[in-house]
T-cell receptor, first 113, second 113 residues
Framework: KAGVTQTPRYLIKTRGQQVTLSCSPISGHRSVSWYQQTPGQGLQFLFEYFSETQRNKGNFPGRFSGRQFSNSRSEMNVSTLELGDSALYLC????????????FGQGTRLTVV | TQLLEQSPQFLSIQEGENLTVYCNSSSVFSSLQWYRQEPGEGPVLLVTVVTGGEVKKLKRLTFQFGDARKDSSLHITAAQPGDTGLYLCAGAVVGFGNEKLTFGTGTRLTIIP
């Protein structure tokens, strides 16, 4: 069974630009969550999608958004990038809501310059 | 806001020694999970504990969930260099339509050969 796949692995963007990250969950998993990981703040929850609907949202500005497609694949978008958005963005899939064991992808390392 | 504090934040010990990592909160969780993350990778689930007082063993790793389901500990016996990594606890609250994982602050463990 293939694991969670995130693309791209690395990304360098300029301040003010926007970026889209992609996540393909484990086959059969319907819940996808996104996290931001930085040395200073640790792992911070961004949002969760289930059945193409955002079910939960963390404390991030509206520049951070996401969506989920009918095949459970998910994308997250960050607009008007700031230097502080530089981080490892992790996607995790779970079989269902309430089944909270999360299986993570390798992450996308975003650097904003 | 549910917060999970891990201690110690950093730990560096010699191969063969024993160690314990703690995960504490003032909140009650439905379950608690431990993950290990290696550089450049996403966190990998080690164990899930659900019942207060539960103890689970994974080879040289022993996980315990507190009786009140507010805290947990991870004990490693005879540490080996392969145990090096970032250890994260994560608490889940399920059943209120707000299911999500809250991650701890992390313990960075280094085992010196």
């Amino acid at each position: 069974k293939a694991g969670v796949t995130q693309t791209p692995r690395y990304l360098i963007k300029t301040r003010g630009q926007q970026v889209t990250l992609s996540c393909s969950p484990i086959s059969g998993h319907r819940s996808v969550s996104w996290y931001q990981q930085t040395p200073g703040q640790g792992l911070q929850f961004l949002f969760e999608y289930f059945s193409e609907t955002q079910r939960n949202k963390g404390n991030f500005p509206g520049r951070f958004s996401g969506r989920q497609f009918s095949n459970s694949r998910s994308e997250m978008n960050v607009s008007t990038l700031e230097l502080g958005d530089s981080a490892l963005y992790l996607c995790a899939s779970s079989y269902d809501r309430g089944r909270t064991e999360a299986f993570f992808g390798q992450g996308t390392r975003l650097t904003v310059v | 806001t549910q917060l999970l504090e891990q201690s110690p934040q950093f730990l560096s010990i010699q191969e063969g020694e024993n160690l314990t990592v703690y995960c504490n909160s003032s909140s009650v969780f439905s379950s608690l999970q431990w993950y290990r993350q290696e550089p450049g990778e996403g966190p990998v689930l080690l164990v899930t504990v659900v019942t207060g007082g539960e103890v689970k063993k994974l080879k040289r790793l022993t996980f315990q969930f507190g009786d009140a389901r507010k805290d947990s500990s991870l004990h490693i016996t005879a540490a080996q260099p392969g145990d090096t990594g970032l250890y994260l606890c994560a608490g889940a609250v399920v059943g209120f339509g707000n299911e999500k994982l809250t991650f701890g602050t992390g313990t960075r463990l280094t085992i010196i050969p």
